[in-house]
């Protein structure tokens, strides 16, 4: 809990005064108690400057080094704060908040970050550079190189695979939240939510959302200081419309964070041993960055949407003659259009946020050859993985690939790459035992090359519950390896 309470502290030593001006504030006493342990920023708070600034010097693209911006006269004789401005070039300033996140959000991974990631540069991200190249032997300089600024992203990306992070929406409570998936692969819902778990529930995580007459975040922050009577606080803080509240419950370390907006409350709540800590404190002080309980408020989602392609790419598996077809629901989010190449436009038919699944029809197309569903689920580890990669990755191409993969839960490892967003999962009779579902996390999309996706497998199971709700009959005679191949299509989502 040292880099939770190290994110507070950063909150409050770079916005004072914040605490005298929120009219939600505790006491005078509970006050200095939360300015010692430290106030945690909001995610939703747009920086005041989109320049991307670490001391005194301009942070550049990752994978080239911080260089020192040029003084203005006389910046010598200003203690060297005042510093020309530069115009950015066209779209350079949102790319700058992309490259100032990824940043953060790689030093976070490696645990030498321990605010809150917001793009906003300052001292802080200095000193974690520099803590980075210490740890490493590397010159204390805080710039990263190109071949310094590499192995950062590829640490980042190895602690990102170790614990299967992928950014999920909740279905129930309307939140979007990033999950350490390989510490807990068991999902389940509760009366306001969804929790995560671990076989033996040495980790947790659980999303809810109160909405009742009268809901404040005060109220609800009181009480959650107090539910359950096996807490003991650490850090608590209410500011604005969020709070935080962590410390132990029982033998278990917790995280609290809550949201409110329009006399609603949204929050997760983070529950591990201590056992577990060298592995849950960094991915706890991410998933803090990560959690937007009204996704469209903050600037983490917004540089994300933002970097959404235009013009994406993925696969889908035709599941009746008439023309269905099912794929990822990610790829079909924000699409003004949808096109099924070699069938044209197609109709987003049902969407469902629990299963993560899109239902889409192409209407006077002939007869189109329809996946083979197993009769049950994956029987062992490997699974063959049939889909069409980005044309980027082929030439332009429109190839059906296929690859080999193995399954460790519901993990596909590893990972297709781009493009295999929907692609169907064989069993070893080429039976559909799972669609993928392909996560590009958005704090690795916002780094200087194109990272490598994270795969989860939507097993048979939820797929068919899904058609089932549509009243689509399935097939479920075995085809061979060259009729799941023509089972699949090329789905191309466009957006404004």
């Given at each position: 809990m040292r880099m939770l309470g190290a994110v507070f502290v950063a909150f409050v030593a770079a916005h004072p005064a914040a605490a005298q001006t929120d009219k939600s504030a505790p006491s005078a006493a509970t006050t200095r108690s939360a300015t010692q342990t430290g106030k945690f920023r909001r995610p939703g708070i747009r920086p005041p400057t989109l320049r991307a600034r670490v001391g005194a010097r301009r942070l550049r693209a990752p994978g080239q080094a911080l260089e020192a911006s040029p003084p203005t006269e006389g910046a010598s004789r200003a203690a060297g704060v005042a510093r020309k401005r530069v115009p950015p070039a066209p779209g350079r300033e949102g790319s700058a908040l992309a490259e100032r996140l990824a940043l953060q959000f790689d030093l976070a991974w490696t645990g030498d970050y321990t605010g809150l990631v917001t793009g906003e540069a300052g001292e802080k991200t200095g000193s974690a550079i520099k803590a980075f190249q210490r740890n490493r032997k590397f010159k204390e300089s805080g710039t990263l190189n190109t071949q310094e600024r590499a192995l950062l992203a590829a640490a980042a990306k190895a602690k990102q695979a170790q614990v299967g992070w992928s950014m999920v929406d909740d279905p129930v409570t309307g939140a979007r939240l990033g999950i350490p998936a390989k510490q807990v692969p068991n999902r389940s819902p509760t009366k306001t939510g969804i929790r995560w778990s671990s076989a033996q529930g040495q980790v947790q995580?659980?999303?809810?959302?109160?909405?009742?007459?009268?809901?404040?975040?005060?109220?609800?922050?009181?009480?959650?200081?107090?539910?359950?009577?096996?807490?003991?606080?650490?850090?608590?803080?209410?500011?604005?419309?969020?709070?935080?509240?962590?410390?132990?419950?029982?033998?278990?370390?917790?995280?609290?964070?809550?949201?409110?907006?329009?006399?609603?409350?949204?929050?997760?709540?983070?529950?591990?041993?201590?056992?577990?800590?060298?592995?849950?404190?960094?991915?706890?002080?991410?998933?803090?960055?990560?959690?937007?309980?009204?996704?469209?408020?903050?600037?983490?989602?917004?540089?994300?949407?933002?970097?959404?392609?235009?013009?994406?790419?993925?696969?889908?598996?035709?599941?009746?003659?008439?023309?269905?077809?099912?794929?990822?629901?990610?790829?079909?989010?924000?699409?003004?259009?949808?096109?099924?190449?070699?069938?044209?436009?197609?109709?987003?038919?049902?969407?469902?946020?629990?299963?993560?699944?899109?239902?889409?029809?192409?209407?006077?197309?002939?007869?189109?050859?329809?996946?083979?569903?197993?009769?049950?689920?994956?029987?062992?580890?490997?699974?063959?993985?049939?889909?069409?990669?980005?044309?980027?990755?082929?030439?332009?191409?429109a190839a059906v690939s296929v690859v080999t993969a193995s399954l460790r839960g519901n993990a596909v490892e590893p990972a297709p790459q781009i493009g295999f967003s929907g692609a169907a999962a064989l069993d070893g009779q080429n039976r559909l035992v799972g669609v993928v579902a392909l996560k590009t996390p958005v704090v690795a999309a916002l780094g200087a090359s194109t990272p490598q996706p994270q795969a989860l497998l939507i097993p048979a199971s939820t797929v068919r519950a899904f058609l089932d709700a549509q009243k689509l009959p399935l097939a479920t005679a075995p085809g061979g390896l060259e009729s799941a191949k023509s089972s699949v299509v090329r789905v191309i989502c466009v957006r404004k």
């Open positions: 995580v659980e999303t809810f959302r109160i909405r009742q007459p009268g809901t404040t975040l005060a109220g609800v922050y009181e009480q959650q200081k107090k539910e359950p009577a096996t807490r003991r606080l650490e850090v608590n803080l209410l500011r604005g419309d969020f709070f935080v509240l962590s410390g132990m419950q029982g033998l278990k370390r917790f995280y609290e964070r809550a949201e409110f907006k329009d006399g609603e409350v949204r929050g997760m709540t983070v529950l591990y041993d201590q056992a577990t800590e060298n592995i849950m404190e960094p991915v706890a002080v991410v998933m803090a960055s990560a959690f937007s309980g009204f996704p469209n408020m903050t600037a983490v989602a917004q540089a994300g949407d933002a970097l959404r392609r235009k013009v994406e790419y993925g696969t889908g598996i035709v599941v009746s003659s008439a023309g269905d077809i099912v794929t990822d629901r990610q790829l079909t989010d924000g699409c003004n259009v949808i096109v099924v190449a070699g069938y044209g436009d197609a109709d987003r038919v049902a969407d469902d946020g629990a299963s993560g699944l899109s239902l889409l029809r192409v209407y006077g197309a002939p007869d189109l050859a329809a996946a083979a569903f197993a009769d049950d689920g994956a029987k062992g580890p490997e699974t063959t993985l049939v889909g069409i990669a980005d044309p980027e990755s082929q030439g332009g191409g």
